[in-house]
């Protein structure tokens, strides 16, 4: 590699980094350890192509395009955690590996205000997760930070908002949220 694709790949690192809270082949793995996977398998639970997943994890490419895509990488994400702390056996987890390959996207809140039937109570962390998804799909950090600046003069609220779930930190994002509920 040379340093031009070098530069490039970090860049793409960096970018997935503040999208998605750590460059995808870090996650990518970690899913697959978490949940007895190999590449292939993950490709297909998120609906990606083996060589796009690839790409995806080696930093020759930095977005996922596809919100949809984003939120089953959150389900799994969630899945890991489950099955890490014991709620979750090896056979739910198959059978909602499964789930979350059929599941078309769409919001973690119905119009409702509720959780869809049989996914649980979305926890803080995926409603956080899902803003940063939603707004990370229409704009890149920088140009979230720029729109950000603009609002800052005159609604100081909707720019910190902007900065906070677009372009910062899931941790710091749960902090927010969680200081303005009631």
Known sequence: ????????????????RSWYGEPLGALFRRLI???????ARLAAILGLSAPMLSQLMSGQRAKIGNPAVVQRVQALQELAGQVADGSVSAVEATDRMEEIKKSQGGSVLTASGQAPAGSGAPTVRRVVREIQSLLRSVAAAGDIIDAADSLAPTHPELAEFLRVYGAGRTADAVAHYESHQN
């Open 33 to 39: 350890d978490d949940l007895g996977l190999n590449q």
């Open 1 to 16: 590699m040379d340093a031009a694709q070098q530069e490039a790949t970090a860049r793409a690192r960096e970018l997935q």
